[in-house]
């Protein structure tokens, strides 16, 4: 069994940067997708950024240019940088592991709030 634990969230101010971090209590190297995601208040959970073993990355529209994943296998750490914060970014962010569709683990979550 693996744990998530996600760290860096925190209040900013619109403009403003964050480093959210996923550490994992094992090994990444064999999880096929990290992702964060996030969830606002009275809306559905979202896919933000997701990174391949191979290192490949996809964005959500709204973050694209902003926002940039990252994984290092040998910290078991994938991390979001996230620049020019918006308060629409205020959000939970959650850390979202996937091996081969069979095991899937998700992260307790970290509190971004963006004020304007």
């Known amino acids: 069994q693996v744990q998530l634990v996600e760290s860096g969230g925190g209040l900013v101010q619109a403009g403003g940067s964050l480093r959210l971090s996923c550490a994992a209590s094992g090994s990444i190297f064999s999880f096929n997708v990290m992702s964060w995601y996030r969830q606002a208040p009275g809306k559905q959970r979202e896919l933000v950024a997701r990174i391949t073993s191979g290192g490949s990355t996809n964005y959500a529209d709204s973050v694209k240019g902003r926002f940039t994943i990252s994984r290092d296998n040998a910290k078991n750490t994938v991390y979001l940088q996230m620049n020019s914060l918006k308060p629409e970014d205020t959000a939970v962010y959650y850390c979202?592991?996937?091996?081969?569709?069979?095991?899937?683990?998700w992260g307790q979550g970290t509190q971004v709030t963006v004020s304007s």
């Open positions: 979202y592991a996937n091996r081969m569709n069979v095991y899937i683990y």
